[in-house]
């Protein structure tokens, strides 16, 4: 009820707007005065450490007094498949690394003898295609979603010449009992014999590992009921380092996809029933999984290169970067709100 007062994107201003047609007795949503502005990220905050020397050398940032109009990620575009496929390799390197040093001394916690923590280094694999899923574990978020069909997706990660790999972190409020039990289900997964290896859940979760994740994983999973999804914020950040989003079109991603920069799980049209609603949107991962995903990854050309997967992390880092700022953020709030309410 201030003055000025809007979502944190497209979709949730149209929804807050849906909603609050009571609150302003009318019967059009249009007429109901709230706007949106997406979020955004803070790119320094999230580019790794390891991506500033591509950045250095293709995109030449020039961070101190940098505007939502100066966008170096267009620069990404001519820079040869391969310095984009080395960076994506590297940062995968770091991340099992990573992901190494944090499971062994969670399997120390846990009484894991020496066979478990040696298996660390057999079953994580720096050249396999991995997937994240790291956040808070609302119930609408739907963590456990893509075991729904357990068989199928033993087939898709399990696969010799083509392995998958999924990486799971994130905590539920502690007076949030069906978010604690989606925690538990999720890391019972990771112990029963068709995922084991293939499937980890990172304990924890903190900012450094959700860096750790966002910058090293090459599919960022987000799987929420639309449209529960404010805004999100945690896709934005693989493709600051050649990630790509494969997600709900719910929160920014509406206004993200392009169909060519990741992928789109479900309908927009909601289904009549949850049960229904999570079926669908299963059937569209493992789908997606089989016939796009993984056969892109590992489609090489002779120099070893996935060139389609390439190009979508070139233009998922184009078409993202820049206008999922903070940059952009800042200056809409500005230019909308803040100059307006000071006039």
């Known amino acids: ?55 250095d050398k293709y995109l030449k940032p020039k961070w101190v007094g940098a505007g ?42 846990h009484g894991a003898d020496q066979d478990q923590i040696n298996a660390l280094y057999d079953t994580l694999h720096e050249s396999a295609l991995t997937i994240g899923f790291a956040r808070r574990f609302a119930t609408y978020k ?7 069909d357990a068989k199928r997706l033993a087939k898709i990660l ?32 990771t112990k029963s014999k068709p995922f084991r290896g293939r499937v980890w859940f990172l304990e924890n979760y903190d900012m450094s590992i959700g860096r750790l994740l966002t910058s090293g994983c090459d599919v960022w999973l987000n ?13 934005m950040k693989p493709p600051l ?35 229904k609603q999570d079926k669908v949107d299963a059937e569209s991962i493992y789908s997606l999984l089989e016939t796009e995903i993984v056969p892109e990854f590992y489609d090489r050309d002779a120099n070893g290169i996935p060139t389609k997967w390439v190009e979508r992390m070139r233009e998922s880092m184009t078409s993202v970067c820049a206008e999922f700022s903070s940059h952009r953020m800042v200056a809409d709030y500005v230019n909308s709100s803040y100059l307006p309410a000071h006039g």
């Open 1 to 55: 009820l201030a003055e000025r007062c809007n979502g944190v994107a497209k979709l949730h201003g149209a929804t807050a707007r849906e909603m609050w047609t009571g609150v302003y007795g009318v019967k059009d949503p249009d007429e109901v005065p709230i706007g949106h502005i997406t979020n955004g990220i803070h790119p320094e905050t999230w580019i790794a450490d390891e991506c500033r020397p591509f950045y």
């Open 68 to 109: 939502p109009e100066n966008d170096w990620w267009a620069k990404a575009k001519s820079a040869p498949d391969a310095e984009l496929w080395g960076l994506r390799h590297r940062m995968r390197q770091k991340l099992i690394a990573g992901l190494r040093h944090h499971l062994r001394a969670q399997l120390i916690r």
């Open 142 to 148: 739907r963590a456990p979603l893509i075991f729904k």
């Open 158 to 189: 399990n696969d010799a010449d083509r392995p998958v790999q999924i990486i799971f972190s994130g905590k539920a409020h502690p007076r949030d009992a069906e978010g604690n039990q989606f925690v538990r289900e999720v890391y019972e997964m």
């Open 223 to 235: 799987n929420p009921i639309r449209p529960m999804e404010a805004s999100g914020t945690s896709g």
């Open 241 to 275: 380092n050649g990630g790509v989003n494969f997600s709900i079109l719910d929160g920014w991603w509406p206004e993200g996809y392009n169909g060519k920069n990741g992928w789109a799980i479900g309908r927009e049209k909601p289904e009549s029933t949850r049960t």
